[in-house]
């Protein structure tokens, strides 16, 4: 999905009952960021308006195959076109950053995640937000979580010991089916608490918190010892064998 269909998905009824539902984890686990800087990768900024108010800096990076949507909307911008494997930051300069709508569309989360721990501070956490490959969410693709390539619980947690980072929380939001009736939508918040309270297994999406370890590990290799030539005795320095 582009840009255009990301906005109009967010503008629309169920879009804005999934960003409910998201960002109140989301707020939930980055409850405190005065004087921290906040970055968004991806489509991030319906997650990202209720961090302007205390955050040192919030910024918005979204990928040149989607498409960049001026942010905040009065004011300076605050968003940018990026490739998100290369951004133009720093190492170590970002505390907190929300990962949406990248990973599933990533044709090497790897180095997406890499690269995201290089410039986050020690100790900088990340929310990454993907579509639950079981949940009926990634089955239809009439939703931005319907595109790209949905994760497993065990997918992203060997995505992220790959990526170096320490998993501190997991959760399951949007229980409710992804269909526009006004049935659904009214019901919405019915199906989150019933589906999240059960533990059921068709949530929509999968958000996990993590925390970048501050060291890499150094690759051990192997070097095979010079071979040695046997010395029988002194020789004296300048003097040709005879």
């Known amino acids: 999905m582009d840009i255009v269909d990301l906005r109009s998905f967010y503008d629309s009824p169920l879009g804005k009952v999934a960003a409910r539902f998201i960002g109140k984890t989301v707020r939930a686990r980055f409850e405190n960021c005065i004087g921290q800087s906040v970055m968004g990768v991806g489509y991030a900024t319906p997650y990202l308006e209720c961090f302007r108010g205390e955050a040192l800096r919030v910024l918005a990076f979204m990928p040149a195959t989607q498409g960049v949507v001026n942010w905040p909307a009065s004011g300076l911008s605050s968003s940018a076109l990026a490739e998100p494997t290369m951004l133009p930051l720093p190492d170590s300069c970002i505390d907190r950053v929300i990962v949406v709508h990248a990973l599933e569309i990533a044709e090497h989360p790897r180095e997406l995640l890499?690269?995201?721990?290089?410039?986050?501070?020690?100790?900088?956490?990340?929310?990454?937000?993907?579509?639950?490959?079981?949940?009926?969410?990634?089955?239809?693709?009439?939703?931005?979580?319907?595109?790209?390539?949905?994760?497993?619980?065990?997918?992203?947690?060997?995505?992220?010991?790959?990526?170096?980072?320490?998993p501190t929380h997991w959760t399951e939001a949007l229980y409710v089916p992804p269909f526009e009736a006004p049935i659904f939508v009214r019901s919405a918040t019915l199906f989150e608490r019933v589906g999240a309270k059960l533990a059921l297994p068709g949530a929509g999406v999968l958000i996990v918190?993590?925390?970048?370890?501050?060291?890499?590990?150094?690759?051990?290799?192997?070097?095979?010892?010079?071979?040695?030539?046997?010395?029988?005795?002194p020789r004296p320095v300048g003097i040709a064998p005879s």
């Open 209 to 233: 918190e993590a925390m970048k370890q501050l060291y890499r590990p150094i690759g051990v290799r192997r070097v095979g010892l010079q071979q040695l030539q046997p010395v029988l005795g």
């Open 114 to 166: 890499a690269e995201i721990w290089r410039i986050l501070t020690p100790g900088g956490r990340l929310i990454a937000i993907a579509p639950r490959r079981a949940g009926l969410w990634a089955r239809l693709d009439t939703t931005p979580f319907g595109n790209g390539q949905p994760y497993s619980l065990t997918q992203m947690r060997e995505l992220m010991r790959e990526a170096l980072f320490s």
